[in-house]
């Protein structure tokens, strides 16, 4: 099946910092996600981007299918935009069912 | 309701007692998918529901667990004969057919087997 690697699997920044997350995925897709689980747990959609790029206040996202990779950059981050990053792809028109990376923990510290 | 709901939030069960696991999604979403979250092996997903369709049952780990969707609507997950290693956080999502692939995610239930 489709692998999905995130990096880094760890960040800790400083409040106002910029920071980049990257996904790499290894065969072609149709379905791209990106989620942010909350401390409590709740995952929350960023962005639907299969391609493409696409912002959203202080968070945007970047998806080159041909190399098939993705980036999420959160800028002038709080600390509200701790938790875990997922990107999460699906390869099969028809039947969306999502293969997710292992995520990235990003801790904002005040 | 404005999101999807699921029900209970926490359950702890001793090893071999079976339990369910109810979802309801958001109102009109056709697409309805279930995933387990644990420490050793991440977001995985297990089942998926669109319309009256066969459902996909290629992410569920062993016939210990079944699921179905009475009236295209409310989904509930069976694990028959629960085992330590089924402790996980169990995921619902939806999904609606104008946006085919936005899967929009409830709280989860939090099982436990002692």
């Known amino acids: 099946g489709i692998q999905v690697e995130q990096s880094p699997p760890d960040l800790i920044l400083q409040e106002g910092a910029n920071s980049t997350l990257r996904c790499n995925f290894s065969?072609?897709?149709?379905?791209l996600q990106w989620f942010h689980q909350n401390p409590w747990g709740q995952l929350i959609n960023l962005f639907y981007?299969?391609?493409g790029t696409k912002q959203n206040g202080r968070l945007s996202a970047t998806t080159v299918a041909t190399e098939r990779y993705s980036l999420l950059y959160i800028s002038s981050s709080q600390t509200t935009d701790s938790g875990v990053y997922f990107c999460?792809?699906?390869?099969?028109?028809?039947?969306?069912?999502?293969?997710f990376g292992t995520g990235t923990r990003l801790t904002i510290i005040p | 309701g404005a999101g999807v709901s699921q029900s209970p939030s926490n359950k702890v069960t001793e090893k071999g007692k079976d339990v369910e696991l109810r979802c309801d999604p958001i109102?009109?979403?056709?697409?309805l998918y279930w995933y387990r979250q644990s420490l050793g092996q991440g977001l995985e997903f297990l089942i998926y529901?669109?319309?009256?369709?066969?459902?996909?049952k290629s992410g569920l780990p062993s016939d210990r667990f079944s699921a179905e969707r009475t009236g295209g609507s409310v989904s509930t997950l069976t694990i028959q004969r629960t085992q330590q290693e089924d402790s996980a956080v169990y995921l619902c999502?939806?999904?609606?057919?104008?946006?085919?692939?936005?899967?929009?995610f409830g709280p989860g239930t939090r099982l436990t087997v002692l």
């Open positions: 999502a939806s999904s609606p057919r104008a946006i085919v692939g936005v899967q929009f």
């Open positions: 065969d072609s897709v149709n379905n």
């Open positions: 981007i299969p391609s």
């Open positions: 999460a792809v699906g390869a099969n028109f028809g039947n969306e069912k999502l293969t």
């Open positions: 109102s009109g979403h056709t697409a």
């Open positions: 529901f669109q319309g009256n369709s066969a459902p996909d």
